[in-house]
């Protein structure tokens, strides 16, 4: 089963902030938000990850909900290059995790 | 650079042919892992080394498979024997820690590798 689900795609103007959902409602105490992208014929790309508070980094916003069942990754002012799928991934902080992406977002940005 | 470097960037092999794939990590990072991506598929973990010690060598789908890291560095992931559903992009990644738990995973472009 999926702990995490997304919508499959997405389009935004470019300029424009892209909202990417996230729904994690049987999230457990101990794992983490993580966010990572991965452009075409390129490895994943590590974005931000949170616990419950707010995240801000130079790539993107991490926003998540107080009861912390969702949250939504945003990239303020989306480029060309920000085309990509996007995955939002549970990982708990108690050992080395074995990451596992779902079918993720597919973000296409418009010119 | 500073991230995790794969090479070769591809392999393009004859079946029953051994090949060795290698990864540099990010300076100081402790942990590496060895995943493999099909085309349109997920993430498949396949080796995780903690230092020059592999505690988890689950995900490796035969004994034609074969990892080992020296030095806390560098890390080898060899094929024997390569059958055409080899075919793929193995992809590795590495992390630190920090008082907080584990840092977060990143990779590197990986190598695609094809058998023909």
Not at chain 2, 71 to 90: H, K, M, P, W
Request: hydrophobic share 30%; with cysteine.
């Amino acid at each position: 089963d999926a702990k995490t689900t997304q919508p499959p795609s997405m389009d935004c103007a470019e300029g424009r902030a892209a909202n990417l959902p996230c729904n994690h409602s049987t999230i457990s105490g101990n794992e983490y938000v993580y966010w990572y992208r991965q452009i075409h014929s390129q490895g994943p790309q590590y974005i931000i990850h949170g616990l419950k508070n707010n995240e801000t980094n130079e790539m993107a916003s991490l926003i998540i909900t107080e009861d912390r069942k969702s949250s939504t990754l945003i990239l303020p002012h989306a480029t060309l290059r920000d085309t990509a799928v996007y995955y939002c991934i549970l990982i708990s902080n108690f050992g080395n995790e074995k990451l596992t992406f779902g079918t993720g977002t597919r973000l296409t940005i418009i010119p | 650079g500073a991230g995790v470097s794969q090479s070769p960037s591809n392999k393009v092999t004859e079946k029953g042919k051994d090949v060795e794939l290698r990864c540099d990590p990010i300076s100081g990072h402790t942990a590496l892992y060895w995943y493999r991506q099909s085309l349109g598929q997920g993430l498949e973990f396949l080796i995780y080394f903690q230092g020059n010690s592999a505690p988890d060598k689950s995900g490796l789908p035969s004994d034609r498979f074969s990892a080992e890291r020296t030095g806390g560095s560098v890390s080898t992931l060899t094929i024997q024997r390569t059958q055409q559903e080899d075919s793929a992009v193995y992809l590795c990644a590495s992390s630190g820690r920090d008082r907080g738990g584990n840092q977060p995973q990143h990779f590197g472009d990986g190598t695609r590798l094809s058998i023909l």
